[in-house]
């Protein structure tokens, strides 16, 4: 899962307009590769963990959202605001001490900015997200540095939830069409300061859509994916209510040999071990974590602490996105991201 | 005006300040009235200079913030342009961001004032002109919703409209009503509403249109050849330019007014100088033996000019600080009452406040005391130049006015001034026209002594003793006669030329309006707005109305024919099949188009000077992004505007343009049919037709000559009032004259002639002076009438008039001229003869 919360879309557009998230529906690909635009809300996240040539950890995000507004459906106008899109990218570089981040945002048409169906195909002006035929491939050109990467996929899909319906919160209805690709093997260049150097690492890519992700008691949530060294996969989230505590929780956690084992509400948890404030905000993240997810327990520490993305001229919200590592008694398991929002005001989706 | 005390010397004051400040106490009236056409002068400009810089500092402002960081700006007629034109732009690959902009003055219904409403993408505008962005606290998708509109502060004040509020704009004949769902960030004082560009198109019905894109280039780019490249691509019609150039356009279409008033102001000095220099050449005269005492007292040549000039700077101060406050007081009344943009509706929407600045205040100061010293100047060189032992002698005035006599400047100057009737505008700016009219006063002014003793001379000597005294006193001291004089044809020849002017243009406009109001009835959807219109559906309902003989339409668009000038207005006009010129105010002849030749167009006078149109020339003009052919068949007097406007056949119109909605409708009625029933009728049985203006050609015209009347008013009243001021320096100059010459009286009266006869003389010389001036300020102002006419107002406001001079109102000017002068003469005649007798000649030891 991931992501944040078009604050754009709060709460006051009429739920009954948009598609809604059915059990016992199957996910078809490569359709549901493809954008969903009957939906409220739809991410396609990628997150991942590439070094260059001297052997330098980066952390790279690339983030695509749709969001259905609903105040323009009988509008004929090519501008019509019927699907906004957003984008953040960031590159977390501990030599930099703070991410670098950049973000977009359109209103979909005129071929400037559009989100394909029947296949990934997402893009605002010069910042796209293809399907191809091994994988996926990003062009980013952010203002401090930009992306030509590849990403190749070696495991089939990993449906979250049941069949690919993740559960947000204990109404049916709370829910999100869900699926992973994690284990990207990520190449291509990464260009900063005018200067372009070769990379390679791991990646993972989340899609969801829904039309009603989060439920009102809840204030935000804490997520993590991680591509484990032994070619398993876990993504743990918990959705903390107003007061911090769990909301609610879920996950999976998918072995090397491919079975999986969905995680339920009471298999996960998350204990901060350490804060970081930001400078900037004045908002608290814990940004590294004790994780208890499917029998795995996890110290979960960041590549650097400073990995907060101040998304308010698009999505409207700030957030932290970080890489981290994970360690189990001091021991390297795995890599990958966390994501942690609502601490700076509560999300609203 | 008092009798000049004898001086009363005491050795041991006797220090220059008190000789010099004395007078200046000893002649209050004609200081008060040089002081005051100093601050008259000092006064209009600096507030014309304050209204001016308020206007373009707000509009820069309102410019600045309306295209924000855009680096370049696409712009087109004002209907807009394909909106497809978008996405080719935004994706070159030197733009960073492209921000597509639908812009519209909406007609509100119910009010005068339209409403600038622009639809901008959030998204795109944001990155470019964030101040279009409303504030958005409680929710963010009213930047989107397609119900929403946001008010800059200034407009939400003039409309009276809270957030929450509702605002109806008027888009055919029907309303929109819209939200009030926030403020713009935007903090100047334009009105200005915003809301999304999708809702926009809808709403105001430009379904797939845009006017305007704004262009941020890549950090790195060059802009001008991205602008050259986009130039290359764009439709015809359509300009990319730097927003600035957006602003130097506005700026230059203020200027024409704008500089014309500034020639009030310098007229206003003119004659403040002017009158310095007849108060002090007068004054220096009658102190002639004080002065020489000075002299022999010590004062040096230098120290005596100095001074002099001390004296001409302390009224101009005077004058300069009351034209500061006066000024200032005028400019803030003015913007109060009228806008920054003097009434002229140039500055639309702007409500702004006024600053003044302290170089600019302390220029207009300096000038003030820089006009009042140099009208010093020559009596002051005149005083320093006399030998003191000379001077001291009684009657030894005239010398004085002996040296103002050569002829030779006088003519050059003249010379000049008509060379420079004939060159063309300087950037717009009638500068040669003004500078020859400068150079006509000035030169006349410079020759009056000579035409006195010419004129003079040539008089026969009538047999009355009275006159012939007048016209040997005339012929035997021509100079003196000429300071009167010079001040009577300044005064007179102003005068003259403005009157000529306002009636030609007044008289000229009356015989336009009844050409272009050839209708009983006229209906308009709106001033200004360009979201009302008439469509075809309301036309057939129009046109079928029982007593319409004949219904025509009118649809004006605006196009961009230059990057650097303003649009030009496209009439698209019903015109009769077989005369189709016949009803337009034609100039010149008209040459139809032969047959297979491009359609016909008639082009205003403003186009054959700011376009070169010529008759019978083949024009392109960009019509719906494509250029099509005309052939110029007339030129036409447009009164209306001043920037270039053309007429072309609405058949034609309609085909080019697929735009079937029109802005006007000229209705002819059948005999005994009524406008009030008939418009009673479109009311009652149009829907919408409630949000319609209009007018009998009765009332139209009525109402076009009343704007005139006001818009010339301000004008004319000012310039009264600086030649009023002129003729009171005149009197008083004229009554100080007289006093001087009481020993002269004294003497007449000891030969023995009678107080009635001196009287009688002084009466004639007064008759004679100032009928020589209204001969010689008639046949000047005649002149400069004309070079008003054909060069500054042609080259001001493109247009011409024809010549009326105002027969009776120059003879009523006349002739109150003559009996002012004839009864000043007289009544300080009488004053003069109030001295006594022996005591006036004792003095001439």
């Given amino acids: ?349 | 005006m008092r009798a000049p005390a004898a001086p009363t010397l005491s050795p041991l004051v006797l220090s220059p300040a008190v000789l010099f400040l004395a007078p200046l106490g000893q002649h209050k009236g004609r200081l008060a009235v040089s002081v005051l056409a100093i601050a008259l002068g000092v006064a209009l400009g600096y507030a014309m200079q304050l209204i001016n810089a308020v206007a373009l500092n707000e509009f820069s402002q309102a410019v600045r913030s309306l295209a924000g960081e855009a680096d370049l700006e696409i712009r087109g007629p004002r209907a807009g342009f394909d909106e497809m034109l978008y996405p080719r732009v935004a994706r070159l690959a030197q733009v960073a961001v492209a921000s597509p902009v639908l812009e519209v003055e909406a007609k509100l219904p119910g009010r005068r004032e339209p409403l600038r409403v622009l639809g901008v993408d959030a998204f795109r505008a944001v990155q470019v002109q964030p101040e279009l962005i409303g504030n958005t606290s409680a929710d963010r998708l009213d930047l989107l919703r397609q119900d929403a509109l946001f008010l800059s502060p200034a407009a939400a004040d003039s409309l009276d409209l809270k957030v929450g509020g509702r605002l109806a704009l008027q888009v055919g004949l029907s309303e929109v009503s819209l939200r009030v769902a926030g403020l713009l960030r935007a903090s100047g004082r334009e009105r200005l509403g915003v809301m999304d560009i999708a809702a926009a198109q809808l709403a105001l019905n430009r379904m797939g249109r845009i006017s305007r894109i704004d262009i941020r280039a890549r950090s790195g780019a060059d802009v001008a050849a991205l602008q050259a490249r986009l130039q290359a691509g764009l439709p015809p019609g359509l300009i990319v330019e730097r927003p600035q150039s957006n602003l130097q356009r506005n700026a230059s279409m203020s200027r024409a007014y704008r500089v014309n008033l500034n020639v009030l102001a310098l007229v206003a000095l003119f004659t403040g100088g002017f009158l310095v220099f007849s108060a002090q050449a007068l004054s220096v005269v009658r102190r002639r033996a004080q002065l020489a005492l000075l002299r022999v007292l010590g004062v040096t040549r230098a120290g005596m000019v100095r001074m002099l000039l001390a004296e001409g700077a302390l009224i101009g101060a005077a004058g300069a600080a009351i034209g500061l406050a006066a000024g200032y007081l005028m400019a803030a009344a003015v913007l109060q009452r009228f806008g920054a943009d003097l009434g002229a509706g140039e500055f639309r929407g702007l409500h702004p406040a006024l600053h003044a600045d302290p170089w600019t205040s302390a220029l207009f100061f300096a000038l003030g005391v820089l006009v009042a010293v140099a009208g010093s100047l020559a009596a002051a060189l005149e005083a320093a130049r006399a030998a003191p032992a000379q001077a001291l002698k009684a009657g030894d005035e005239q010398t004085a006015f002996a040296r103002l006599r050569p002829a030779w400047p006088g003519v050059t100057l003249l010379a000049l001034g008509a060379l420079c009737t004939a060159a063309g505008p300087i950037g717009g700016i009638p500068l040669f026209g003004y500078i020859a009219i400068a150079l006509m006063l000035v030169g006349t002014l410079a020759l009056m002594p000579r035409l006195a003793t010419t004129v003079f001379g040539l008089l026969p000597r009538p047999q009355d003793a009275g006159a012939r005294l007048a016209l040997a006193q005339l012929q035997g001291a021509p100079g003196q006669a000429a300071v009167s004089l010079a001040a009577i044809v300044a005064s007179f020849s102003l005068m003259v030329a403005m009157a000529i002017m306002v009636a030609s243009f007044r008289i000229s406009l009356d015989g336009w309006l009844d050409r272009v109001l050839p209708a009983d009835l006229y209906l308009r959807t709106g001033i200004g707005g360009d979201t009302a219109y008439l469509s075809p559906h309301d036309e057939a309902r129009i046109a079928a109305l029982p007593g319409v003989r004949r219904a025509e339409f009118l649809r004006i668009e605006q196009l961009l024919l230059d990057p650097g000038k303003p649009r030009v207005a496209l009439l698209a006009r019903s015109l009769p099949r077989d005369d189709p010129g016949g009803r337009l105010p034609l100039v010149g002849d008209e040459r139809l188009p032969r047959p297979g030749a491009p359609p016909p167009l008639w082009a205003s006078e403003a186009m054959v000077d700011l376009y070169g149109y010529k008759v019978g020339e083949v024009v392109q003009l960009p019509l719906a992004g494509q250029l099509r052919r005309f052939t110029v068949a007339g030129i036409w007097r447009d009164y209306a505007r001043q920037q270039g406007s053309v007429i072309i056949q609405r058949d034609r119109y309609i085909a080019y343009s697929g735009d079937r909605n029109s802005t006007d409708a000229a209705l002819y009625l059948a005999p005994g049919a009524s406008p009030a029933a008939i418009l009673q009728e479109i009311r009652a049985r149009i829907p919408g037709a409630a949000n319609l203006e209009s007018g009998s050609s009765g009332e139209i015209r009525a109402r076009s000559l009343h704007v005139f009347d006001r818009t010339f008013a301000v004008t004319y009243a000012l310039e009264a009032v600086a030649v009023l001021i002129g003729l009171f320096g005149l009197s008083s100059n004229f009554g100080a004259l007289v006093l001087a010459r009481s020993r002269e009286f004294g003497m007449l009266r000891h030969i023995g002639m009678t107080r009635r006869q001196i009287g009688s003389m002084l009466a004639a010389e007064g008759a004679l002076v100032s009928a020589l001036g209204l001969a010689l300020g008639l046949a000047l102002g005649w002149v400069i009438g004309l070079v008003l006419i054909n060069v500054v107002n042609r080259q001001s406001f493109h247009w011409s008039m024809e010549l009326h001079p105002p027969w009776g109102l120059l003879a009523l000017l006349a002739a109150a001229l003559v009996l002012l002068a004839t009864l000043t003469a007289l009544a300080s005649g009488r004053r003069a003869l109030g001295v006594d007798v022996v005591r006036a000649v004792r003095e001439d030891w």
């Fill in chain 1, 1 to 349: 899962m991931a992501m944040i919360g078009l604050v754009w879309l709060c709460a006051s557009a009429v739920a009954q307009e948009y598609a809604q998230v059915k059990s016992g529906h199957e996910l078809q690909f490569p359709r549901d590769y493809g954008s969903h635009p009957q939906f409220r809300t739809e991410w396609w996240y990628l997150t991942g963990w590439v070094k260059d040539a001297k052997g330098r950890d980066l952390g790279i995000q690339i983030t695509f959202f749709r969001n259905r507004p609903l105040v323009a459906e009988n509008n004929p106008s090519h501008f019509a605001p019927r699907q906004l899109l957003f984008a953040h990218a960031a590159l977390a570089d501990p030599a930099n001490g703070k991410l670098l981040h950049d973000q977009r945002a359109a209103r979909a048409g005129f071929g400037l900015a559009e989100a394909k169906e029947g296949g990934t195909d997402v893009w605002i002006d010069d910042w796209s997200l293809q399907q191809t035929d091994s994988g996926y491939r990003a062009r980013i050109a952010a203002r401090d540095f930009s992306y030509a990467l590849e990403f190749k996929t070696t495991q089939p899909v990993l449906l979250q939830g049941e069949h690919g319906l993740s559960r947000k919160g204990p109404l049916p209805a709370q829910a999100s069409y869900y699926y992973s690709q994690p284990q990207l093997a990520v190449s291509g260049t990464i260009t900063v300061k005018g200067e372009s150097f070769a990379v390679s690492g791991s990646a993972w890519l989340d899609h969801e859509w829904s039309s009603e992700y989060l439920a009102k008691e809840a204030a935000g949530w804490d997520w993590v994916g991680l591509n484990l060294a032994d070619g398993g996969a876990l993504m743990a989230f918990r959705i903390r209510d107003k007061k911090g505590g769990t909301f609610w929780a879920g996950g999976s956690l998918r072995a090397a040999d491919g079975r999986v084992r969905v995680l339920k509400p009471k298999e996960v948890s998350f204990e901060p071990v350490r804060r970081w404030r930001s400078p900037r905000t004045g908002t608290e993240y814990p940004v590294a974590m004790r994780l208890r997810a499917g029998g795995l327990d996890l110290d979960l520490e960041p590549l650097l602490d400073d990995q907060e993305l101040d998304a308010r001229a698009s999505t409207g919200t700030i957030y932290w996105e970080g890489a981290v590592r994970a360690r189990a008694g001091g021991k390297l398991q795995g890599s990958g991201y966390l994501e942690l929002t609502g601490y700076w005001r509560p999300l609203r989706m």
